[in-house]
T-cell receptor, first 110, second 116 residues
Framework: GENVEQHPSTLSVQEGDSAVIKCTYS??????FPWYKQELGKRPQLIID?????GEKKDQRIAVTLNKTAKHFSLHITETQPEDSAVYFC?????????FGTGTRLKVLA | KAGVTQTPRYLIKTRGQQVTLSCSPI?????VSWYQQTPGQGLQFLFE???????NKGNFPGRFSGRQFSNSRSEMNVSTLELGDSALYLC???????????????FGPGTRLTVL
């Protein structure tokens, strides 16, 4: 069935360190993988996405990598800052929907 | 362009009542999806509408229903409310179709429903 597993569920890092969140999907036909950031009390917002024809995409301090063979994709945040503290969701496409991971609560400690 | 809007933002109901939530997508977007968000369960897919047709439905009881109007605005209804229905209900719109076409979904601010 359609499933996305996300780890870890919580992650605490010191300011300036890197954070990595990993997701695994089940449908080998999946070809688009977005990452959403949800700050406390706010709506989820897309921060980066990757399509299956590339293995890595970067946007300033944020990068996403994709391993289609292993059905893994990961979010990498470098030089973390307090404003990076939020819940992060990965997603994979399903039939007329996105299947979301269960979320990772990232805390950046000053 | 105005973003996705949802009304009301907050709602308090009692068990057994019913509730209707509204979502207005971004102008030009024809797909509207609904999600239930609870602290322990993340974002659970409820249903997706496109051009007034429900194309997919999540694993929720029949008490949860929805519809979409010709202007793409969507409503969801929950009848016979239970305590466990307390959650943040988010809608999201996209231009064509979420999922395999790789179209970004834009979320609304959500309606926080509390069932007492």
């Amino acid at each position: 069935g359609e499933n996305v597993e996300q780890h870890p569920s919580t992650l605490s890092v010191q300011e300036g360190d890197s954070a990595v969140i990993k997701c695994t999907y089940s449908d080998s036909a999946s070809n688009y993988f977005p990452w959403y950031k949800q700050e406390l009390g706010k709506r989820p917002q897309l921060i980066i996405d990757i399509r299956s024809n590339v293995g890595e995409k970067k946007d300033q301090r944020i990068a996403v990598t994709l391993n289609k063979t292993a059905k893994h994709f990961s979010l990498h945040i470098t030089e973390t800052q307090p404003e990076d503290s939020a819940v992060y969701f990965c997603a994979a496409p399903g039939t007329y929907k996105y299947i979301f991971g269960t979320g990772t609560r990232l805390k950046v400690l000053a | 362009k105005a973003g996705v809007t949802q009304t009301p933002r907050y709602l308090i109901k009692t068990r057994g009542q019913q509730v209707t939530l509204s979502c207005s997508p971004i102008s030009g977007h024809r797909s509207v999806s609904w999600y239930q968000q609870t602290p322990g369960q993340g974002l659970q897919f409820l249903f997706e509408y496109f051009s007034e047709t429900q194309r997919n439905k999540g694993n929720f009881p029949g008490r949860f229903s929805g519809r979409q109007f010709s202007n793409s605005r969507s409503e969801m209804n929950v009848s016979t409310l239970e305590l466990g229905d307390s959650a943040l209900y988010l809608c999201a719109s996209s231009s064509i179709s979420p999922g395999t076409s790789g179209n970004e979904q834009f979320f609304g601010p959500g309606t926080r429903l509390t069932v007492l």
